[in-house]
Protein backbone atom coordinates (compact mmCIF):
# COMPACT_ATOMS: atom_id res chain seq x y z
CA UNK A 1 0.00 0.00 0.00
CA UNK A 2 0.99 3.54 -0.79
CA UNK A 3 2.37 5.64 1.65
CA UNK A 4 -0.50 8.26 0.69
CA UNK A 5 -3.38 5.56 1.19
CA UNK A 6 -2.05 5.26 4.92
CA UNK A 7 -2.10 8.58 5.89
CA UNK A 8 -4.86 9.83 8.24
CA UNK A 9 -7.07 13.07 7.91
CA UNK A 10 -7.28 15.15 10.94
CA UNK A 11 -9.78 17.35 9.36
CA UNK A 12 -12.19 14.98 10.83
CA UNK A 13 -10.96 15.37 14.30
CA UNK A 14 -13.89 14.87 16.54
CA UNK A 15 -12.36 17.03 19.08
CA UNK A 16 -9.09 19.26 19.38
CA UNK A 17 -7.30 21.49 22.31
CA UNK A 18 -8.68 23.62 23.47
CA UNK A 19 -11.50 21.64 23.82
CA UNK A 20 -15.03 22.31 23.42
CA UNK A 21 -16.40 18.63 25.07
CA UNK A 22 -20.22 18.78 23.09
CA UNK A 23 -19.76 15.01 21.28
CA UNK A 24 -22.34 12.87 23.07
CA UNK A 25 -25.13 11.14 21.18
CA UNK A 26 -28.17 9.30 21.95
CA UNK A 27 -28.25 6.89 24.71
CA UNK A 28 -28.12 3.49 23.69
CA UNK A 29 -27.54 0.14 25.33
CA UNK A 30 -23.98 -2.05 24.10
CA UNK A 31 -25.19 -4.02 20.95
CA UNK A 32 -23.82 -7.21 20.38
CA UNK A 33 -23.35 -9.19 16.69
CA UNK A 34 -26.00 -11.60 15.90
CA UNK A 35 -26.00 -14.60 17.54
CA UNK A 36 -22.35 -14.10 19.66
CA UNK A 37 -22.20 -15.88 23.06
CA UNK A 38 -20.90 -13.65 25.53
CA UNK A 39 -21.04 -12.12 29.59
CA UNK A 40 -24.40 -10.65 29.12
CA UNK A 41 -25.51 -14.29 30.06
CA UNK A 42 -23.72 -15.42 33.34
CA UNK A 43 -24.65 -19.30 32.59
CA UNK A 44 -26.33 -20.98 30.15
CA UNK A 45 -29.02 -23.10 31.18
CA UNK A 46 -27.13 -26.18 31.47
CA UNK A 47 -24.21 -24.63 33.49
CA UNK A 48 -26.69 -23.48 35.51
CA UNK A 49 -28.20 -27.02 36.26
CA UNK A 50 -24.74 -28.42 36.27
CA UNK A 51 -23.78 -26.22 39.27
CA UNK A 52 -26.98 -26.56 40.84
CA UNK A 53 -26.44 -29.72 41.01
CA UNK A 54 -22.57 -30.14 41.57
CA UNK A 55 -23.53 -27.72 44.91
CA UNK A 56 -26.44 -30.24 45.81
CA UNK A 57 -23.96 -33.27 45.52
CA UNK A 58 -21.11 -31.33 47.34
CA UNK A 59 -23.58 -30.35 50.33
CA UNK A 60 -24.85 -33.84 50.21
CA UNK A 61 -21.28 -35.17 50.86
CA UNK A 62 -20.30 -32.86 53.47
CA UNK A 63 -23.35 -33.61 55.52
CA UNK A 64 -23.62 -37.40 55.32
CA UNK A 65 -19.58 -37.74 55.20
CA UNK A 66 -17.79 -34.78 56.55
CA UNK A 67 -13.90 -36.54 56.49
CA UNK A 68 -14.95 -37.59 53.14
CA UNK A 69 -15.75 -34.19 51.68
CA UNK A 70 -12.92 -33.00 53.59
CA UNK A 71 -10.09 -35.53 51.30
CA UNK A 72 -11.96 -34.60 48.29
CA UNK A 73 -11.45 -30.73 48.23
CA UNK A 74 -8.18 -31.66 49.24
CA UNK A 75 -7.50 -33.94 46.30
CA UNK A 76 -8.77 -31.25 43.91
CA UNK A 77 -6.52 -28.52 45.63
CA UNK A 78 -3.65 -30.82 45.34
CA UNK A 79 -4.40 -31.60 41.53
CA UNK A 80 -4.99 -27.46 41.01
CA UNK A 81 -1.82 -26.71 42.69
CA UNK A 82 -0.02 -28.97 41.32
CA UNK A 83 -1.59 -28.00 37.65
CA UNK A 84 -0.30 -24.32 38.68
CA UNK A 85 2.78 -25.22 39.82
CA UNK A 86 4.33 -27.26 37.07
CA UNK A 87 3.54 -24.62 34.50
CA UNK A 88 5.18 -21.81 36.41
CA UNK A 89 8.10 -24.17 36.24
CA UNK A 90 7.88 -24.99 32.74
CA UNK A 91 7.23 -21.41 31.75
CA UNK A 92 10.57 -20.45 33.97
CA UNK A 93 12.63 -22.93 31.86
CA UNK A 94 11.20 -21.76 28.69
CA UNK A 95 13.58 -19.83 26.80
CA UNK A 96 12.15 -16.27 25.43
CA UNK A 97 10.35 -16.42 21.89
CA UNK A 98 12.80 -14.59 19.78
CA UNK A 99 11.85 -10.98 19.17
CA UNK A 100 14.73 -9.74 17.04
CA UNK A 101 12.97 -8.48 13.54
CA UNK A 102 13.94 -5.69 11.30
CA UNK A 103 12.65 -2.39 11.98
CA UNK A 104 10.29 -0.95 9.32
CA UNK A 105 11.62 1.60 7.22
CA UNK A 106 9.68 4.83 7.42
CA UNK A 107 7.59 4.66 4.37
CA UNK A 108 6.18 1.15 5.19
CA UNK A 109 4.83 2.10 8.95
CA UNK A 110 1.05 1.41 8.93
CA UNK A 111 -1.05 3.63 10.30
CA UNK A 112 -2.25 3.26 14.03
CA UNK A 113 -4.61 3.92 16.31
CA UNK A 114 -4.23 4.76 20.53
CA UNK A 115 -7.15 3.95 22.19
CA UNK A 116 -7.42 5.33 25.63
CA UNK A 117 -10.77 5.16 27.83
CA UNK A 118 -11.00 7.52 30.66
CA UNK A 119 -13.33 7.16 33.23
CA UNK A 120 -13.04 9.72 36.43
CA UNK A 121 -9.73 10.08 35.25
CA UNK A 122 -8.99 13.87 35.74
CA UNK A 123 -5.56 13.65 38.21
CA UNK A 124 -3.62 11.68 35.52
CA UNK A 125 -5.33 13.02 32.17
CA UNK A 126 -2.66 15.21 31.27
CA UNK A 127 0.01 12.81 32.10
CA UNK A 128 -1.30 10.75 29.87
CA UNK A 129 -1.47 13.22 27.16
CA UNK A 130 2.92 13.23 27.70
CA UNK A 131 3.26 9.88 27.15
CA UNK A 132 1.07 9.53 23.55
CA UNK A 133 3.10 12.76 22.97
CA UNK A 134 6.49 11.06 23.75
CA UNK A 135 6.22 8.39 21.28
CA UNK A 136 8.10 7.65 18.34
CA UNK A 137 5.86 7.15 15.33
CA UNK A 138 4.69 9.31 11.79
CA UNK A 139 2.29 11.59 13.01
CA UNK A 140 0.74 11.24 9.43
CA UNK A 141 0.08 7.68 10.46
CA UNK A 142 -0.80 8.24 14.28
CA UNK A 143 -4.08 8.63 15.71
CA UNK A 144 -5.23 8.88 19.67
CA UNK A 145 -8.71 8.68 20.36
CA UNK A 146 -9.39 9.49 24.10
CA UNK A 147 -12.88 8.05 24.97
CA UNK A 148 -15.01 9.53 27.77
CA UNK A 149 -17.90 8.75 29.83
CA UNK A 150 -20.73 11.16 28.99
CA UNK A 151 -21.64 11.97 32.51
CA UNK A 152 -17.78 12.47 33.75
CA UNK A 153 -17.88 16.27 33.54
CA UNK A 154 -14.61 16.21 35.93
CA UNK A 155 -12.70 14.64 33.41
CA UNK A 156 -14.12 16.62 30.77
CA UNK A 157 -13.42 19.56 32.19
CA UNK A 158 -9.78 18.56 32.60
CA UNK A 159 -9.49 17.86 29.13
CA UNK A 160 -10.78 20.95 27.90
CA UNK A 161 -7.84 23.01 30.09
CA UNK A 162 -5.37 21.18 28.31
CA UNK A 163 -3.95 22.14 24.57
CA UNK A 164 -4.31 19.16 22.44
CA UNK A 165 -2.18 17.98 20.18
CA UNK A 166 -2.97 17.56 16.64
CA UNK A 167 -2.92 13.54 17.10
CA UNK A 168 -5.24 13.43 19.38
CA UNK A 169 -9.21 13.07 19.28
CA UNK A 170 -11.41 12.99 21.99
CA UNK A 171 -15.08 10.83 22.00
CA UNK A 172 -17.69 11.06 24.29
CA UNK A 173 -19.34 7.61 24.98
CA UNK A 174 -23.35 7.82 24.46
CA UNK A 175 -24.76 7.42 27.66
CA UNK A 176 -26.09 3.71 27.69
CA UNK A 177 -25.33 0.39 29.33
CA UNK A 178 -23.27 -1.13 30.62
CA UNK A 179 -21.06 1.72 31.64
CA UNK A 180 -17.89 -0.37 30.86
CA UNK A 181 -14.17 0.03 29.36
CA UNK A 182 -14.64 -2.79 26.93
CA UNK A 183 -18.10 -0.36 25.44
CA UNK A 184 -15.88 2.68 25.37
CA UNK A 185 -13.40 1.31 23.82
CA UNK A 186 -16.12 -0.33 21.01
CA UNK A 187 -16.82 3.36 20.38
CA UNK A 188 -13.52 3.84 19.34
CA UNK A 189 -12.90 1.01 17.14
CA UNK A 190 -15.69 2.57 15.41
CA UNK A 191 -13.99 5.14 14.36
CA UNK A 192 -10.68 4.36 14.08
CA UNK A 193 -8.58 4.71 11.06
CA UNK A 194 -5.44 2.89 11.55
CA UNK A 195 -4.85 -0.65 10.03
CA UNK A 196 -3.21 -1.66 13.83
CA UNK A 197 -5.10 -0.42 16.80
CA UNK A 198 -3.36 -0.50 20.67
CA UNK A 199 -5.01 -0.16 24.04
CA UNK A 200 -3.66 1.97 26.44
CA UNK A 201 -4.50 2.75 30.28
CA UNK A 202 -4.92 6.18 31.78
CA UNK A 203 -1.62 5.07 34.31
CA UNK A 204 0.10 3.88 31.28
CA UNK A 205 3.23 5.12 30.37
CA UNK A 206 4.56 2.67 27.25
CA UNK A 207 7.77 2.51 25.54
CA UNK A 208 8.48 5.18 22.78
CA UNK A 209 9.56 2.43 20.36
CA UNK A 210 6.90 -0.10 21.03
CA UNK A 211 4.55 1.19 17.95
CA UNK A 212 7.94 0.59 15.71
CA UNK A 213 8.44 -2.95 17.07
CA UNK A 214 4.61 -3.92 16.95
CA UNK A 215 4.67 -2.62 13.60
CA UNK A 216 7.61 -4.64 12.37
CA UNK A 217 6.92 -7.95 14.09
CA UNK A 218 3.12 -7.63 12.66
CA UNK A 219 4.85 -7.51 9.64
CA UNK A 220 7.78 -10.37 9.63
CA UNK A 221 4.88 -12.31 11.55
CA UNK A 222 1.68 -15.31 10.12
CA UNK A 223 -0.65 -12.84 8.81
CA UNK A 224 -2.61 -15.06 11.37
CA UNK A 225 -1.21 -13.08 14.12
CA UNK A 226 -4.08 -11.21 15.27
CA UNK A 227 -2.57 -9.67 18.54
CA UNK A 228 1.12 -8.81 20.38
CA UNK A 229 0.95 -8.20 23.65
CA UNK A 230 3.72 -5.65 25.48
CA UNK A 231 5.03 -6.76 28.78
CA UNK A 232 3.27 -4.63 31.53
CA UNK A 233 5.93 -3.42 34.05
CA UNK A 234 5.24 -1.68 37.71
CA UNK A 235 7.20 0.93 38.72
CA UNK A 236 8.98 1.15 41.96
CA UNK A 237 6.56 2.94 44.11
CA UNK A 238 9.93 4.50 45.96
CA UNK A 239 8.62 2.96 49.70
CA UNK A 240 8.53 -0.22 51.28
CA UNK A 241 5.20 -1.50 51.10
CA UNK A 242 3.57 -5.28 51.02
CA UNK A 243 1.14 -4.44 48.24
CA UNK A 244 2.87 -2.84 45.73
CA UNK A 245 6.19 -5.03 45.90
CA UNK A 246 3.66 -8.22 45.60
CA UNK A 247 1.77 -6.53 42.40
CA UNK A 248 5.24 -6.40 40.84
CA UNK A 249 6.38 -9.38 41.58
CA UNK A 250 3.12 -10.69 40.08
CA UNK A 251 3.30 -9.01 37.07
CA UNK A 252 6.86 -10.11 36.49
CA UNK A 253 6.02 -13.44 36.54
CA UNK A 254 2.85 -13.14 34.51
CA UNK A 255 4.15 -10.64 31.66
CA UNK A 256 8.10 -11.69 31.47
CA UNK A 257 8.01 -15.58 32.10
CA UNK A 258 4.21 -17.07 31.76
CA UNK A 259 2.48 -14.84 28.85
CA UNK A 260 5.81 -15.38 26.76
CA UNK A 261 5.99 -19.16 27.57
CA UNK A 262 2.43 -19.65 26.78
CA UNK A 263 3.20 -17.65 22.92
CA UNK A 264 6.25 -20.09 22.50
CA UNK A 265 4.32 -23.10 22.61
CA UNK A 266 1.58 -21.82 20.37
CA UNK A 267 -0.67 -21.38 22.90
CA UNK A 268 -3.45 -18.83 23.24
CA UNK A 269 -3.60 -17.06 26.68
CA UNK A 270 -5.86 -14.14 28.47
CA UNK A 271 -4.42 -10.26 27.14
CA UNK A 272 -3.66 -7.61 29.51
CA UNK A 273 -6.07 -5.25 30.19
CA UNK A 274 -3.29 -2.38 28.51
CA UNK A 275 -0.75 -2.42 25.68
CA UNK A 276 -2.68 -5.01 23.51
CA UNK A 277 -1.72 -4.14 20.06
CA UNK A 278 -4.09 -5.63 17.10
CA UNK A 279 -4.21 -6.03 13.52
CA UNK A 280 -8.03 -4.14 13.18
CA UNK A 281 -9.42 -6.15 10.80
CA UNK A 282 -9.50 -8.99 12.74
CA UNK A 283 -10.44 -7.57 15.80
CA UNK A 284 -13.59 -6.21 14.22
CA UNK A 285 -14.09 -9.03 12.65
CA UNK A 286 -14.56 -11.04 15.87
CA UNK A 287 -17.16 -8.06 16.60
CA UNK A 288 -14.32 -5.92 18.81
CA UNK A 289 -14.81 -5.85 23.13
CA UNK A 290 -17.46 -8.02 24.56
CA UNK A 291 -19.27 -5.00 26.66
CA UNK A 292 -20.55 -7.01 29.47
CA UNK A 293 -17.35 -8.56 30.38
CA UNK A 294 -15.32 -7.12 32.86
CA UNK A 295 -12.03 -8.65 31.83
CA UNK A 296 -12.68 -8.07 27.96
CA UNK A 297 -9.06 -8.11 27.48
CA UNK A 298 -8.88 -11.87 28.73
CA UNK A 299 -12.04 -13.09 26.59
CA UNK A 300 -11.05 -11.15 23.41
CA UNK A 301 -7.81 -12.94 23.16
CA UNK A 302 -9.74 -16.12 23.81
CA UNK A 303 -12.25 -15.27 21.06
CA UNK A 304 -9.25 -14.38 18.43
CA UNK A 305 -7.91 -18.04 18.81
CA UNK A 306 -10.88 -19.59 18.45
CA UNK A 307 -11.48 -17.72 15.08
CA UNK A 308 -8.40 -19.16 14.24
CA UNK A 309 -5.62 -16.13 14.82
CA UNK A 310 -2.63 -16.19 16.99
CA UNK A 311 -1.52 -14.40 19.85
CA UNK A 312 2.39 -12.94 20.25
CA UNK A 313 4.17 -11.40 22.31
CA UNK A 314 6.61 -7.87 21.77
CA UNK A 315 9.58 -6.80 24.28
CA UNK A 316 9.35 -3.35 24.91
CA UNK A 317 7.45 -2.62 28.19
CA UNK A 318 4.62 -0.22 29.51
CA UNK A 319 5.46 1.10 32.36
CA UNK A 320 2.12 0.88 35.11
CA UNK A 321 1.55 2.55 38.85
CA UNK A 322 0.79 -0.41 41.22
CA UNK A 323 -2.14 -0.02 43.68
CA UNK A 324 -0.79 1.07 47.95
CA UNK A 325 -3.58 0.26 49.81
CA UNK A 326 -6.27 -2.59 50.62
CA UNK A 327 -8.84 0.22 49.30
CA UNK A 328 -7.30 0.09 45.96
CA UNK A 329 -6.19 -3.20 44.97
CA UNK A 330 -9.31 -5.49 46.47
CA UNK A 331 -11.85 -4.53 44.44
CA UNK A 332 -9.74 -4.27 41.31
CA UNK A 333 -8.81 -8.05 41.96
CA UNK A 334 -12.72 -9.44 42.42
CA UNK A 335 -13.25 -7.25 39.62
CA UNK A 336 -10.41 -9.39 37.98
CA UNK A 337 -11.03 -12.78 39.41
CA UNK A 338 -14.98 -12.42 38.65
CA UNK A 339 -13.71 -10.87 34.75
CA UNK A 340 -11.88 -14.24 34.24
CA UNK A 341 -15.11 -16.10 35.66
CA UNK A 342 -17.48 -14.62 32.79
CA UNK A 343 -14.93 -15.62 30.74
CA UNK A 344 -14.65 -19.27 31.51
CA UNK A 345 -17.82 -19.60 31.34
CA UNK A 346 -18.10 -18.10 28.25
CA UNK A 347 -15.81 -20.26 26.34
CA UNK A 348 -16.77 -23.07 27.85
CA UNK A 349 -19.81 -23.53 26.76
CA UNK A 350 -18.37 -22.05 23.08
CA UNK A 351 -16.04 -23.52 20.64
CA UNK A 352 -13.07 -23.96 22.99
CA UNK A 353 -13.56 -27.15 23.94
CA UNK A 354 -13.58 -28.64 21.10
CA UNK A 355 -10.45 -27.18 20.10
CA UNK A 356 -7.89 -29.29 21.43
CA UNK A 357 -5.02 -26.38 21.56
CA UNK A 358 -7.04 -23.62 23.50
CA UNK A 359 -9.06 -26.24 25.27
CA UNK A 360 -5.51 -26.95 26.78
CA UNK A 361 -4.42 -22.78 26.83
CA UNK A 362 -8.02 -22.02 28.39
CA UNK A 363 -7.25 -25.00 31.65
CA UNK A 364 -4.01 -23.62 32.05
CA UNK A 365 -4.64 -20.01 32.44
CA UNK A 366 -8.16 -18.99 33.30
CA UNK A 367 -9.13 -22.51 35.11
CA UNK A 368 -6.40 -22.99 36.89
CA UNK A 369 -6.45 -19.42 38.34
CA UNK A 370 -10.19 -18.96 39.19
CA UNK A 371 -10.25 -22.70 41.11
CA UNK A 372 -7.01 -21.34 42.73
CA UNK A 373 -7.72 -18.20 44.21
CA UNK A 374 -11.51 -19.76 45.25
CA UNK A 375 -9.30 -22.75 46.97
CA UNK A 376 -6.22 -21.40 48.39
CA UNK A 377 -7.33 -19.43 51.07
CA UNK A 378 -10.04 -22.13 52.62
CA UNK A 379 -7.75 -25.40 52.21
CA UNK A 380 -4.75 -23.37 53.63
CA UNK A 381 -7.05 -22.35 56.79
CA UNK A 382 -8.32 -26.13 57.22
CA UNK A 383 -4.82 -27.09 57.09
CA UNK A 384 -3.05 -24.74 59.51
CA UNK A 385 -6.30 -25.62 61.66
CA UNK A 386 -5.79 -29.17 61.51
CA UNK A 387 -1.71 -28.94 61.85
CA UNK A 388 -2.36 -26.83 65.12
CA UNK A 389 -4.97 -29.03 66.77
CA UNK A 390 -2.64 -32.22 65.71
CA UNK A 391 0.28 -30.17 67.84
CA UNK A 392 -0.87 -29.68 70.76
CA UNK A 393 -1.27 -33.33 72.44
CA UNK A 394 2.22 -34.14 71.65
CA UNK A 395 3.75 -31.03 70.34
CA UNK A 396 4.23 -32.75 66.90
CA UNK A 397 3.07 -31.85 63.61
CA UNK A 398 1.90 -34.82 61.44
CA UNK A 399 1.88 -33.36 58.12
CA UNK A 400 1.56 -35.69 55.14
CA UNK A 401 5.22 -35.24 53.25
CA UNK A 402 3.18 -35.09 50.05
CA UNK A 403 1.33 -32.10 51.37
CA UNK A 404 4.73 -30.41 52.53
CA UNK A 405 5.92 -31.32 49.19
CA UNK A 406 3.29 -30.02 47.14
CA UNK A 407 3.41 -26.65 49.07
CA UNK A 408 7.08 -26.72 48.29
CA UNK A 409 6.84 -27.09 44.47
CA UNK A 410 4.37 -24.51 44.60
CA UNK A 411 5.69 -21.98 46.45
CA UNK A 412 8.77 -22.34 44.62
CA UNK A 413 7.55 -22.41 41.23
CA UNK A 414 6.31 -19.67 41.76
CA UNK A 415 9.00 -18.29 43.42
CA UNK A 416 11.46 -19.22 40.71
CA UNK A 417 8.77 -17.58 37.99
CA UNK A 418 8.91 -14.44 39.42
CA UNK A 419 12.51 -14.30 40.54
CA UNK A 420 12.88 -14.70 36.80
CA UNK A 421 10.45 -12.13 35.79
CA UNK A 422 11.92 -9.66 37.69
CA UNK A 423 15.84 -10.23 36.10
CA UNK A 424 14.04 -10.12 33.19
CA UNK A 425 12.69 -6.97 33.82
CA UNK A 426 16.21 -5.51 34.40
CA UNK A 427 15.43 -5.87 38.23
CA UNK A 428 16.91 -7.69 41.04
CA UNK A 429 14.55 -10.24 43.06
CA UNK A 430 14.54 -10.15 47.13
CA UNK A 431 13.89 -12.91 49.23
CA UNK A 432 11.89 -11.05 51.43
CA UNK A 433 9.44 -10.38 48.85
CA UNK A 434 9.65 -14.04 47.94
CA UNK A 435 8.62 -15.22 51.18
CA UNK A 436 5.80 -12.89 51.39
CA UNK A 437 3.96 -14.92 48.14
CA UNK A 438 1.90 -17.55 50.35
CA UNK A 439 0.33 -13.89 52.29
CA UNK A 440 -0.48 -12.57 49.21
CA UNK A 441 -2.52 -15.61 47.79
CA UNK A 442 -4.68 -15.48 51.12
CA UNK A 443 -5.65 -11.76 50.09
CA UNK A 444 -6.60 -13.35 46.66
CA UNK A 445 -8.80 -15.67 48.31
CA UNK A 446 -10.27 -13.28 49.95
CA UNK A 447 -11.05 -11.01 46.83
CA UNK A 448 -12.87 -14.44 45.47
CA UNK A 449 -15.10 -14.73 47.96
CA UNK A 450 -16.24 -11.09 46.61
CA UNK A 451 -15.65 -12.00 43.27
CA UNK A 452 -17.77 -14.77 43.63
CA UNK A 453 -20.75 -13.07 45.28
CA UNK A 454 -21.24 -10.10 42.48
CA UNK A 455 -21.00 -13.14 40.01
CA UNK A 456 -24.08 -14.04 40.69
CA UNK A 457 -25.67 -10.79 41.97
CA UNK A 458 -23.97 -7.87 39.83
CA UNK A 459 -21.57 -9.78 37.11
CA UNK A 460 -21.81 -6.31 35.01
CA UNK A 461 -20.42 -4.13 37.68
CA UNK A 462 -17.39 -2.16 36.96
CA UNK A 463 -15.13 -1.84 40.43
CA UNK A 464 -13.56 1.67 39.31
CA UNK A 465 -9.12 1.54 40.22
CA UNK A 466 -8.49 4.87 41.30
CA UNK A 467 -5.02 6.21 39.64
CA UNK A 468 -2.47 8.84 41.25
CA UNK A 469 -0.17 11.07 39.00
CA UNK A 470 3.68 9.23 39.35
CA UNK A 471 5.89 10.59 41.88
CA UNK A 472 9.02 8.65 41.39
CA UNK A 473 11.20 6.72 38.92
CA UNK A 474 9.80 3.92 36.79
CA UNK A 475 12.07 0.97 37.38
CA UNK A 476 11.88 -2.02 38.99
Known amino acids: MAREE ?3 DFGSRPMGGPVPVAQEGPAETAARPEGRDGAHQTLSRGQAAFVALAGLLAALGVALDPNGAMTVIHHLFFGVFLLGGATRLAAACTPLPPVGVPPLAEADLPTYTIIAPLYREAEVVAELIENLIAIDYPRDRLQALIVLEADDEVTKAAVRAIDLPALVQVL ?30 AEDMPDPSQLREAAARFAASDPRTACLQAPLRIEDPGFSLFLPHQFRLEYAAHFEVLLPALARWGLAFPLGGTSNHFRTAPLRAIGGWDPYNVTEDAD ?23 PTTIEQWFPQRARWIKGHMQTLAVHARGPVPRQPRNAVALVLTLAQSVASSHLHGPVMVIAITAAVIDYIPDAAFGIPAWDLMLYMLGWG ?49 WDKTRHTPRSGPHHL
Open 300 to 322: VGFRLAAAGHRLGVIGRPTWETA
Open 172 to 201: IAPPGVPKTKPRACNHALDRARGELVVIYD
Open 6 to 8: RRL
Open 413 to 461: SAAIAGARGVMRAGGQPKSLHLLGMPAYWLLQSAAAVKALHQFITAPHR
